[in-house]
């Protein structure tokens, strides 16, 4: 599709760019669990290294989370309406650390709330647990994506240093480095990523 559209293709990740994955998990334990948690907790992006009752248990709640995950929960404030413009001028295409265990979860709720705007959907998974793991700056080069937008600063640095440029997209304890490589751009928001690529 690329080929006949001509068109320079991004790649957008899921979580934290499109999908609020900590909101609706900290909604989810504080009615499941009756814990309290903040974002401001997730100095790293998982939910098993913070977790009062330890890594296994930590483990145990994300995969019911995710397992009960519905298809309604509303994107990012202001992916869809971003997208919807870049789509124009961009092939746009999801790039996803997400497991092939949720292949379909995650392609039914990025079809229900972004018709007709993704090309492809690839599904890397993470180093860590999928026997399927692939670096998302080869999947990149691959595509020949022109511009990765996701919100972990490893695949960012990694695409960037491949020379494909790279938006580091919002401002979470999660993704904080004492100095950015130059040339990588952080944005707040979706009003962010429109002033660079538009
Ligand atoms: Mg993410």
Redo the contacts with the bound molecule.
């Keep these: 599709m690329s080929k006949t559209e001509n068109k320079p293709i991004i790649a957008v990740?899921?979580?934290?760019?499109i999908f609020p994955?900590v909101d609706d998990l900290i909604e989810y334990v504080d009615r499941q669990h009756s814990v309290k948690l903040s974002r401001e907790e997730f100095v790293t992006?998982s939910l098993a290294d913070i977790w009062k009752g330890g890594p296994h248990e930590g483990a145990e709640v994300i995969k019911a989370y995710v397992d009960q995950q519905g298809i309604e929960v509303a994107p990012v404030k202001g992916a869809a309406e971003a997208l919807g413009q870049l789509c124009a001028k961009y092939e746009v295409v999801i790039i996803?650390?997400r497991d092939l265990d949720v292949q379909d979860k995650t392609k039914n709720w990025a079809y229900r709330h972004f018709p007709d705007i993704f090309k492809e959907i690839h599904l890397v998974g993470n180093q860590k647990d999928s026997v399927s793991y692939r670096e998302k700056a080869e999947v990149c080069k691959e595509l020949g994506v022109f511009c990765l937008i996701?919100?972990?600063l490893k695949p960012v640095v990694q695409t960037h240093a491949a020379g494909i440029k790279s938006i580091l997209?919002g401002n979470y304890p999660w993704n904080q480095m004492e100095e950015l490589p130059a040339g990588i751009d952080r944005v707040e928001d979706w009003k962010g990523v429109l002033k660079i690529l538009l």
């Excluded at 990740?13 to 760019?17: G, K, L, N, R, S």
């Design positions: 990740d899921v979580d934290e760019v994955f992006y996803t650390a996701d919100d972990s997209f």
